[in-house]
């Protein structure tokens, strides 16, 4: 229906009289009671109209915002920042996104600029008290969503930022050569694989699983591993060792893949993982035993060492393994403090590395 003059926040109904006329009844749109003028012609004009309209607009309490929690949430599954993010981020995200729109799922949205509304997530939050990480995941992941529907306009504001609570540090976990001979010997040759690949290169288990001959370069004094790593999206330049070189030329030639599964098929990250774990957990190496928890992750601090011995700096070790300085340097000091056999020989690198980078 054409809108003529009408203000945007006019909204207008026809309406047939008992006497066969017709007449006209102005509102205001989307609130209730909020009529305020009559009249046959579809579009007035008289000055009195506007008046009318701009005393209703003056009376009439703020538009209510309808847009309900879970409609946002959808729209932000659907929005290009979302789409930006890597596929297994998109994952965890989307797991987490779907079971805040659940539980607030029949709330407007609006309800996230009140300062009270933090107290409800929090609650909401807490069914996961049990676990840290995923407790602090929750709270990312609402963050996250309630800053995009700022930006978007379609709130205001929220006070649903929340300090971290989970804390890593794994820093004094390694694998010893020991532990390494320990699982190679009892496993079978497709998880010894995965773990000496891991030590000598110190990649995360997602870049372990697409490992392939295609990241494989030469150099002019051997070959090196080039791939762009998942989780930061830049390119990582690793030296293979002979340990390496050995697993790369066993590899058979009509595969691809430098890991696989048991059936010789691709791998999973979590598959790399249990494989290792369970094997781990036969040669002995529970956590029970050891007192920590040991895991293919842990296998980077054996690789800064190896680096090390490779002639690497210090810098160049934190590049490939995406740490700062401090953290390189004291993931191989600790490796060589539980290594009795190389603490001389790798402090004296680590002492020269230190005075180099100085």
């Not at 309630?146 to 794994?170: P, T």
Request: contains cysteine; aromatic residues 8%.
């Amino acid at each position: 229906m054409p809108r003529g003059n009408l203000p945007s926040e006019v909204h207008r109904v026809k309406a047939k009289l008992v006497d066969g006329t017709v007449c006209y009844y102005f509102s205001l749109r989307g609130r209730k009671g909020t009529g305020f003028w009559k009249d046959a012609r579809p579009f007035p004009k008289s000055p009195n109209f506007f008046t009318a309209y701009s005393a209703a607009m003056a009376r009439a309490s703020p538009k209510p915002n309808t847009l309900m929690t879970e409609a946002v949430v959808d729209a932000y599954i659907s929005s290009a920042e979302f789409l930006s993010l890597k596929p297994r981020t998109q994952s965890d995200y989307r797991r987490w996104a779907m079971r805040f729109a659940v539980e607030f799922e029949s709330d407007p949205v609006v309800m996230f600029e009140d300062a009270a509304s933090r107290a409800e997530v929090n609650q909401w939050r807490s069914k996961w008290n049990y676990s840290p990480k995923q407790y602090d995941y929750a709270g990312t992941v609402v963050t996250r969503i309630l800053n995009w529907a700022r930006e978007q306009g379609k709130i205001a504001e929220h006070h649903c930022s929340f300090a971290k609570v989970y804390r890593s540090d794994r820093s004094d976990v390694v694998w010893t050569p020991d532990q390494v001979v320990a699982v190679c010997e009892r496993a079978p040759e497709w998880v010894g694989r995965i773990l000496v690949t891991a030590c000598e290169t110190g990649m995360r288990p997602g870049d372990l699983v697409r490992l392939s001959k295609a990241h494989i370069e030469p150099t002019p004094g051997g070959r090196r591993i080039r791939i762009r790593t998942n989780k930061r999206g830049k390119s990582a330049f690793v030296p293979v060792s002979q340990a390496m070189a050995e697993i790369i030329d066993a590899t058979p030639s009509d595969r691809l893949l430098i890991l696989a599964n048991a059936s010789g098929g691709p791998l999973t990250e979590h598959r790399a993982s249990e494989g290792v774990r369970q094997w781990r957990n036969k040669a002995g190496l529970t956590p029970n035993r050891l007192g920590y928890d040991l895991r293919l992750y842990d296998a980077r601090g054996t690789a800064a060492t190896h680096l090390l011995r490779a002639g690497l700096s210090l810098a160049q070790i934190a590049g490939c393994m995406g740490w700062s300085l401090r953290t390189a340097a004291a993931m191989i000091e600790r490796y060589a403090q539980i290594s009795p056999d190389e603490t001389d020989a790798v402090l004296t690198l680590l002492s020269t590395a230190k005075e180099g980078r100085t």
